[in-house]
Nanobody, 120 residues
Framework: QVQLVESGGGLVQPGGSLRLSCAASGSIFSINAMDWYRQTPGKQRELVASITSSGTINYVDSVKGRFTISRDNAKNTLYLQMNSLKPEDTAVYYC??????????????WGQGTLLTVSS
């Protein structure tokens, strides 16, 4: 069973920086893509950034130039470096993994979420 463990959330002042981490463990044959989503109360979960197995990266417009997604393939760990944080970045951030299992079936799994609060 594949699990994602996120870490790095917390309270930060506007303009500050923080890095989220997401470690994947379990039986993974190959990774198709890893993503970061975020969600605030009453709103749909929003895709923030994604990185595919080939290294293609995409960001939602609101974080371009401020957030950087990266991946350590050897550790199956995903990162999100967040700079110049704004109060509107406050949300629960979720890690999402799309992968193939040992039977080559397409699967996906979500992390438990980590709360980022940007406030003075």
């Amino acid at each position: 069973q594949v699990q994602l463990v996120e870490s790095g959330g917390g309270l930060v002042q506007p303009g500050g920086s923080l890095r989220l981490s997401c470690a994947a463990s379990g039986s993974i044959f190959s990774i198709n893509a890893m993503d970061w989503y975020r969600q605030t109360p009453g709103k749909q979960r929003e895709l923030v950034a994604s990185i595919t197995s080939s290294g293609t990266i995409n960001y939602v417009d609101s974080v371009k130039g401020r957030f950087t997604i990266s991946r350590d393939n050897a550790k199956n760990t995903l990162y999100l470096q967040m700079n110049s944080l704004k109060p509107e970045d406050t949300a629960v951030y979720y890690c999402h993994l799309r992968y193939r299992d040992s039977y080559y079936r397409s699967r996906e799994v979500w992390g438990q979420g980590t709360l980022l609060t940007v406030s003075s």
